[in-house]
């Protein structure tokens, strides 16, 4: 090749790698936040936290479930997965728990793709409950009747206003949405549902009392199997926090660059991880963390940073609203290191 010819090939490929390969990576995920912090303080931070609370001891596994009440307690994992697609993993992070109520945020986005967030509003509504997650007290109380799609009554509301033609139908759109969701495939921990489908008599209950007040819209027990299904999947820390920046990344999960939610939903969501997403723990959460996050009794929390990154940690013993103690102590840790609250101009970059 001539010099001239050499120049030319140079020129052209560097008109490609700067038109094309920008594309390519806004189409995996969004181009690193300026104001995120780099991988190896995050990695330190999460280090940090790991050694700071793996001795923790408080908390007790959930055991209404009983499959729930002999998983290892001593189990920990933490797992960041920020915009960009960078991973950042510590301890028990391939360990598949069961997502539990974690689901709830991905049936709602479902049920917002499928009806629109107005219909989702109108339907099942947008309120904290102030009362334990799964209260009937709640029920018959507010004036909506469902509170919102983060606690169990709202929950069930929630799938189901799902579409299908029959029961399966709903349940595999539900596990192939969340698996687009975690950017590989979901299954259902069969253990998890038999244990929880054969001691689920409050939800039944919750369903009777959703369709006295006409806030369910199919059949109440179907439903309340579905979401006993959602419960049911299993994933892992890293699979949960790619859930979490999927989110966190506008709806565009930042490992397969599909987006999964639709961007103008995100709000909606995060508000109502923030008001709902801890049950009654939920305005401690707030003043303390500053961040929307969900909870679920198989000791999965998942809390998003948005534009940033997700975090997601998995410790079975839970406080007396349902959610995992050396997840919430490690969330509060890693946030308030990395400025991630906020409700702090911090998280913006000030100082
Ligand atoms: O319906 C239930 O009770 C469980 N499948 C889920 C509850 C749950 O995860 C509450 N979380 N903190």
Same mark, same amino acid.
């Given at each position: 090749?001539?010099?001239?010819?050499?120049?030319?090939?140079?020129?052209?490929?560097?008109?490609?790698?700067? &038109?094309?390969?920008?594309?390519?990576?806004?189409?995996?995920?969004?181009?690193?936040?300026?104001?995120?912090?780099?991988?190896?303080?995050?990695?330190?931070?999460?280090?940090?936290?790991?050694?700071? $609370?793996?001795?923790?001891?408080?908390?007790?596994?959930?055991?209404?479930?009983?499959?729930?009440?002999?998983?290892?307690?001593?189990?920990?994992?933490?797992?960041?997965?920020?915009?960009?697609?960078?991973?950042?993993? *510590?301890?028990?992070?391939? $360990?598949? $728990?069961?997502?539990?109520?974690?689901?709830?945020?991905?049936?709602?986005?479902?049920?917002?793709?499928?009806?629109?967030? +107005?219909?989702? $509003?109108?339907?099942?509504?947008?309120?904290?409950?102030?009362?334990?997650? +799964?209260?009937?007290?709640?029920?018959?109380?507010?004036?909506? #009747?469902?509170?919102?799609?983060?606690?169990?009554?709202? =929950?069930?509301?929630?799938? &189901?206003?799902?579409?299908? *033609?029959?029961?399966?139908?709903?349940?595999?759109?539900?596990?192939?949405?969340? !698996?687009?969701?975690?950017?590989?495939?979901?299954?259902?921990?069969?253990?998890?549902?038999? !244990?929880?489908?054969?001691? +689920?008599?409050?939800?039944?209950?919750? !369903?009777?009392?959703?369709? *006295?007040?006409?806030?369910?819209?199919?059949?109440?027990?179907?439903?309340?199997?579905?979401?006993?299904?959602?419960?049911?999947?299993?994933?892992? %820390?890293?699979?949960?926090?790619?859930?979490?920046?999927?989110?966190?990344?506008?709806?565009? +999960?930042?490992?397969?660059?599909?987006?999964?939610?639709?961007?103008?939903?995100?709000? #909606?969501?995060? !508000?109502?991880?923030?008001? %709902?997403?801890?049950?009654?723990?939920?305005?401690?959460?707030?003043?303390?963390?500053?961040?929307?996050?969900?909870?679920?009794?198989?000791?999965?929390?998942? =809390?998003?940073?948005?534009?940033?990154?997700?975090?997601?940690?998995?410790?079975?013993?839970?406080?007396?609203?349902?959610?995992?103690?050396?997840?919430?102590?490690?969330?509060?840790?890693?946030?308030?290191?990395? #400025?991630?609250?906020?409700?702090?101009?911090?998280?913006?970059?000030?100082?």
């Amino acid at each position: 090749m001539n010099t001239k010819r050499m120049l030319t090939a140079l020129l052209l490929f560097a008109a490609i790698t700067t &038109s094309v390969l920008p594309v390519r990576v806004a189409a995996q995920g969004r181009q690193p936040s300026p104001v995120a912090p780099r991988r190896e303080v995050v990695a330190a931070v999460v280090q940090e936290a790991y050694d700071k $609370f793996k001795n923790e001891t408080k908390g007790k596994n959930a055991d209404y479930i009983p499959y729930l009440a002999q998983v290892d307690s001593k189990l920990f994992g933490i797992a960041i997965v920020t915009t960009d697609n960078q991973v950042l993993t *510590k301890g028990d992070v391939t $360990f598949s $728990f069961s997502i539990q109520s974690i689901s709830k945020v991905y049936t709602m986005a479902l049920a917002m793709e499928e009806l629109g967030p +107005n219909k989702v $509003f109108e339907k099942v509504g947008s309120e904290p409950t102030g009362r334990p997650f +799964n209260s009937p007290v709640a029920v018959v109380d507010m004036k909506t #009747h469902t509170g919102n799609p983060l606690v169990n009554a709202g =929950a069930i509301a929630t799938t &189901s206003l799902i579409s299908g *033609k029959d029961a399966n139908e709903k349940w595999i759109k539900i596990l192939d949405f969340y !698996s687009r969701a975690a950017g590989e495939k979901l299954s259902l921990i069969d253990e998890v549902y038999k !244990s929880e489908a054969a001691t +689920n008599t409050g939800n039944k209950a919750l !369903s009777m009392l959703l369709a *006295k007040y006409d806030r369910i819209y199919a059949d109440p027990f179907e439903s309340v199997d579905i979401y006993t299904k959602q419960c049911s999947v299993g994933v892992n %820390a890293a699979q949960l926090a790619r859930m979490g920046a999927t989110l966190a990344n506008n709806g565009i +999960n930042p490992a397969t660059g599909e987006q999964v939610i639709k961007a103008e939903d995100i709000p #909606h969501i995060l !508000s109502t991880m923030t008001m %709902a997403g801890l049950y009654d723990g939920s305005g401690g959460w707030a003043w303390n963390v500053g961040l929307p996050a969900k909870s679920g009794v198989g000791g999965g929390i998942v =809390a998003i940073v948005p534009g940033k990154a997700a975090i997601a940690v998995f410790a079975p013993p839970l406080d007396e609203a349902g959610n995992s103690v050396k997840a919430q102590e490690v969330i509060d840790y890693v946030s308030e290191k990395l #400025h991630y609250n906020l409700y702090s101009p911090a998280s913006v970059g000030w100082k």
